[in-house]
């Protein structure tokens, strides 16, 4: 049987354990030492709420001193800069102008071995074209024209030698072999010569070529394969 704590009436009690209870406010609790009655229980949580809500009710009060002090201290003043020593101001500009200058030269260096590699390209090439065009001995005359007529690229980071004012390195051979201020430093400038190559071309432009009118004395000179590919062409021979 289980032991109440508190009882209105000991007739509920075993008898065995009646003379263990004691009169209180509400009729008999039982006379344990140390333990507290229920309103006993209830002052002491009362009192705990009431300490806390104290104690919360000064931290807030506390709290707000705080903010308003916070509020009322001027701002701190930002600390004076310390001045710099003389020597660190010019060890530090030495610094900085020697790293310029290097800087600089690493540009110059950067700038001449581009200026190197264009030249040395550009005279590849314009040998290239001169050789191929040129009888014998007269490559050296071409060349500076040639040269004059080639630049440089660099565009989309792959560098190209191109011709200027035509389409490609093709078409300024071809400008070469068609003008007659160089034709008797080109090679295949004879009148049958000619003929073949300016079918070649026009074939590639994709039109007849126009006739081409040699003296007697030159077509006499054409080997037999070159006069039937003369007149195929539609050549003319003149008495001049």
Known sequence: MSLQFETTDLDSVDPAYREYY???DNGFRLDVSGMKSRDELLE???????AKKLALDRFSRLERQERERVRETPPIAEPEPVP???RD????????RKVAEYEAGLQAQVTSLRADRDEAALGRVSHEIAGKLSIPGSSE???????ERLTVSDAGGVFTVTARDVASLEHLAESFRSD???ARLI???SPADQVRHQQRVNESLGFTAAPVAVTRA??????????????RNGGKISDA
């Open 44 to 50: 002491d949580i009362k009192a705990e709420r009431a």
């Open 89 to 96: 101001v010019e060890l530090e500009a030495e610094h900085v």
């Open 180 to 182: 007659a201020r160089f």
């Open 22 to 24: 004691v009169p209180s």
């Open 141 to 147: 005359v071409l060349l500076p024209h040639i040269r």
């Open 187 to 189: 090679v295949g400038a």
């Open 218 to 231: 030159q077509f006499a000179a054409m080997t037999p394969a070159a006069r039937s590919q003369f007149a």
């Open 84 to 86: 710099r020593h003389p």
